[in-house]
């Protein structure tokens, strides 16, 4: 579900996450970043929940927001608008096929969304995007309560820009991932582990794990964490993984090895340096995915 860079695509994309906000934007050649900035947040400001009120401080959010924008883009711009992985809810649906029509589509998704969600599904924004499969089509569907979506929606509105594409981290994120070969993608937030394995472009497992360690998460608690993930991979496809691309975290020399051993596949960080270009800044690349991927799609 890599989003495609086009012209019609904002330049400027935004992540809210639990600790800060980062704004970057891209080149006119959708290539690298141009410019890149971040504005932290206090503790408790953003409380990432599928069905609670995620901005606690709406006001320090929406400074925030106004401050990383402002500094790579004019004000009243649209933007991507990247939100925690803890406030959407992604589900692959296997179906033999969908009608045609899209409103019908979207309802016969919603009917099968019912029984995989904490909240009622009438009152959600469902997005999707159907690929093909070995049986015939499989959905990728990311969910959210309107409140919640509509909470981060008007904080970007609120600061002077509008948030035209919504996406979670994670689904951004893979926009960055090269997949035509078995990769698995590992993102760590200060809430959650998200994972991904994709292969020739397709999603093929998505999961988002509590992750009550944060981002200082040492690379065996990564790698025990992913496990089982893996193994169901291996059991139900009957192949290995080529190659595995880390974010989130500082220390990948560190979660290397682990990762390494559970499956003989090279680790290296998802975000490369040569994606940021002079624009990245301060900026550690390990905290960019979301705006990275966002902006910077692999095609």
Not at 34 to 39: G, I, M, N, R
Not at 204 to 225: H, K, M, P, W, Y
């Amino acid at each position: 579900m890599s989003p495609t860079y086009s012209s019609a695509r904002p330049k400027l994309a935004c992540e809210i996450a639990p600790d800060r906000v980062i704004a970057g934007r891209a080149s006119d050649s959708g290539q690298v970043l141009e410019l890149c900035s971040t504005s932290e947040l206090a503790p408790g400001c953003v409380v990432p929940d599928l069905t609670e009120h995620n901005l606690r401080e709406r006001n320090s959010v929406v400074r925030a927001l106004r401050d990383a924008l402002d500094h790579v883009g004019g004000h009243g711009s649209d933007v991507v608008a990247v939100l925690p992985d803890a406030a959407v809810r992604v589900v692959l649906i296997d179906f033999e096929t969908l009608p045609e029509n899209r409103q019908e589509a979207e309802s016969v998704v919603r009917f099968r969304l019912r029984k995989s969600l904490p909240f009622d599904v009438d009152k959600a924004k469902v997005s999707y995007h159907a690929q093909a499969s070995a049986t015939g089509l499989r959905v990728v569907a990311a969910v959210a309560l309107n409140s919640v979506i509509e909470d981060y929606e008007t904080a970007f509105t609120e600061a002077g820009f509008a948030p035209g594409v919504v996406l979670p981290s994670m689904l951004a994120a893979l926009g960055a991932a090269p997949a035509d070969q078995v990769t698995l993608v590992v993102k760590v937030d200060a809430r959650t582990t998200s994972i991904a394995i994709l292969d020739k472009q397709q999603l093929l497992l998505f999961r988002t794990l509590e992750n009550t360690r944060g981002v200082t998460i040492s690379g065996e608690q990564l790698a025990e964490d992913v496990y089982p993930s893996v193994v169901f991979f291996q059991d139900t496809y009957s192949t290995n993984i080529d190659q595995i691309l880390v974010a989130g975290i500082s220390d990948i020399a560190g979660a290397s090895p682990a990762l390494h051993a559970q499956t003989g596949a090279e680790v290296r960080e998802l975000v490369k340096a040569s994606q940021l270009g002079l624009g990245g800044g301060s900026i550690p690349k390990w905290r960019m995915a979301g705006v990275v991927g966002a902006l910077l799609s692999m095609n």
